[in-house]
């Protein structure tokens, strides 16, 4: 028993697919996998690169590991709905993944979401910042990157290659039949408009509007109080010893927007120095150009 997904959010990871997962997840005629970023596939695939600062903790422990599992991601109740997975790996291992794709799932719709690379990059640094496992300045994290990726680090230590789109969305383009390209700045702009176009490519109403859409999750940042943000962990010891209270008391929607906005406002944003995105455009300006081309859009004001 058990189902496989009808449509996959495949990345950039660091580009709102968070909020995409939890606000898809609320329409009636949609189901969200749990866990979120399942990474199966990529598993599948031989993709074991768990070696840096709390990738087994944080990474591995969390990755779906057989096929029986892969089957119970939804409920048993999913299937007079849409179900979607969202693995943002899925889409820089492109290569390795998509012929598992079509192996296993078979021709699924793809939604991908892709960020100014720059500002890609410098959120998966502070993210890790964020959770205490990045220790190296933005500059120096960089000049690691390559030295890192040899060592087996998992993929959200990799801030600069991730940010490479073209071939990643080049190959999806070419592989399946049904892909929806978006981009970050119009979940910023208008995420009604958004996730309405959305729902119209996955065939669902697309008059639903989500509750507290807006509201961003998987923030980035430095924590303002390191004691806070650890209580407000999923897996901390002494806000497990709260959740049976909490419970009975909130349901599970309000608990996550009160402790989601808690944990915002703990963080501070931080700051990349102007020649390290200058340099990072640079870095970036040909793949850009080709993946404007590529998907019909405007993207100089990446460029500027």
């Not at 889409?91 to 021709?107: A, D, N, S, W």
């Not at 960020?115 to 959770?131: G, I, K, M, Q």
């Not at 709260?242 to 349901?251: D, G, Q």
């Amino acid at each position: 028993m058990g189902r496989l997904a009808d449509f996959l959010i495949v990345g950039a990871a660091k580009s709102g697919t968070t909020s995409l997962h939890y606000y898809l997840g609320q329409h009636p005629y949609i189901e969200m996998s749990k866990p979120k970023e399942p990474k199966f596939l990529s598993w599948y695939a031989g993709i074991r690169g768990f070696n840096g600062p709390g990738d087994k903790k944080c990474t591995e422990s969390r990755v779906v590991k057989s096929y029986d599992d892969y089957l119970n991601i939804f409920s048993a109740e999913s299937k007079d709905v849409l179900c979607g997975e969202s693995s943002t790996d899925n889409l820089y291992f492109h290569i390795e993944v998509i012929p598992l794709i079509k192996k296993i799932i078979g021709e699924p719709k793809i939604i991908i979401i892709l960020r100014n690379p720059v500002d890609r990059a410098f959120s998966a640094y502070t993210h890790l910042v964020r959770e205490g496992r990045e220790n190296e300045t933005f500059e120096r994290a960089l000049e690691l990157e390559d030295e890192r990726i040899k060592k087996g680090y998992s993929f959200i230590w990799h801030y600069k290659n991730v940010g490479f789109y073209y071939e990643q969305v080049k190959d999806y383009l070419e592989n399946f039949s049904d892909v929806k390209v978006c981009l970050y700045d119009d979940l910023r702009k208008d995420p009604v408009k958004l996730v309405q176009d959305i729902f119209r490519f996955l065939g669902v109403d697309d008059n639903f509007v989500p509750a507290n859409i807006g509201e961003k999750y998987n923030v980035s940042g430095v924590p303002k109080s390191k004691s806070l943000h650890r209580f407000l962990r999923t897996d901390n010891a002494v806000m497990a010893m709260f959740l049976p209270i909490i419970r009975t008391v909130f349901p599970k929607r309000t608990r996550d927007i009160i402790k989601n906005r808690i944990r915002q406002a703990n963080l501070k944003r931080m700051e990349m120095k102007p020649e390290t995105r200058m340099c990072l455009k640079e870095v970036y300006r040909d793949d850009i150009l080709k993946l404007q081309n590529l998907i019909k859009r405007d993207l100089s004001h990446w460029l500027k």
